[in-house]
């Protein structure tokens, strides 16, 4: 079936500008994470959706970053305002809900925005 | 603070010996632990995961992982390295609630 899709691939911005990120997770998948990976570094927790709602967003760096999943399903990371230490490839995840009620814990991960502010 | 430590920037080794991969860690509770893996131009891939039981985890492609509490370490280890087993792999924890802390990364390099 299909992986966890991200649009777009890449994204060059001006400093200052506003960004859209989006994230199409796997069909079913309730769970869904956001992460930020710089250059020679791991994946940076930004935020984790449980159905429609934020369950853990303690990763934003700051204000300017905003996260909506209105139905459950795609999910849009907001910037405002960039700098041009936003710069990284914006990561995507999802991971099912298991029957029994628990996460599989198992994350799904997309290919990834780059987002680029120069 | 709960982190995830990956000591070796780089691994090397020769097709057809053993390969670990180390990774040691700081939360508080009994962790969840993860290792991905991460090819060229692809994303990143589950490889295994140790939640409780078993001490010694069996993974994808032939990887497997040992949870060593007292030492609170989860070190990746396969018997037989292959070429195409070069990538960037990544150990992971899950700490309180969802929030999971990759570590920084280990280049694997599988010379034939």
């Known amino acids: 079936g299909a992986g966890v899709s991200q649009t777009p691939s890449n994204k060059v911005t001006e400093k200052g500008k506003y960004v859209e990120l989006r994230c199409d997770p796997i069909s079913g998948h309730t769970a869904l994470y956001w992460y930020r990976q710089s250059l020679g570094q791991g994946p940076e927790f930004l935020i984790y959706f449980q159905g429609t709602g934020a369950a853990d967003d303690s990763g934003l760096p700051n204000d300017r970053f905003f996260a909506v999943r209105p139905e459950g399903s795609v999910s849009t990371l907001k910037i405002q305002r960039t700098e041009r230490g936003d710069s990284a490839v914006y990561l995507c995840?999802?991971?099912?809900?298991?029957?029994?009620?628990?996460?599989?814990?198992?994350?799904?991960f997309g290919p990834g925005t780059r987002l680029t502010v120069l | 603070a709960q982190s995830v430590a990956q000591p070796e920037d780089q691994v090397n080794v020769a097709e057809g010996n053993p390969l670990t991969v180390k990774c040691t860690y700081s939360v508080s509770g009994n962790p969840y632990l993860f290792w991905y893996v991460q090819y060229p131009n692809r994303g990143l891939q589950f490889l295994l995961k140790y939640i409780t039981g078993d001490n010694l985890v069996k993974g994808s492609y032939g990887f497997e992982a040992e949870f060593n509490k007292s030492q609170t370490s989860f070190h990746l280890k396969k018997p037989s390295a292959l070429v195409s087993d070069s990538a960037l792999y990544f150990c992971a924890v899950r700490a309180r609630g969802f929030k999971t802390i990759f570590g920084a990364g280990t280049r694997l390099f599988v010379k034939a």
């Open positions: 995840a999802s991971s099912p809900w298991t029957s029994g009620g628990g996460s599989t814990d198992t994350q799904y």
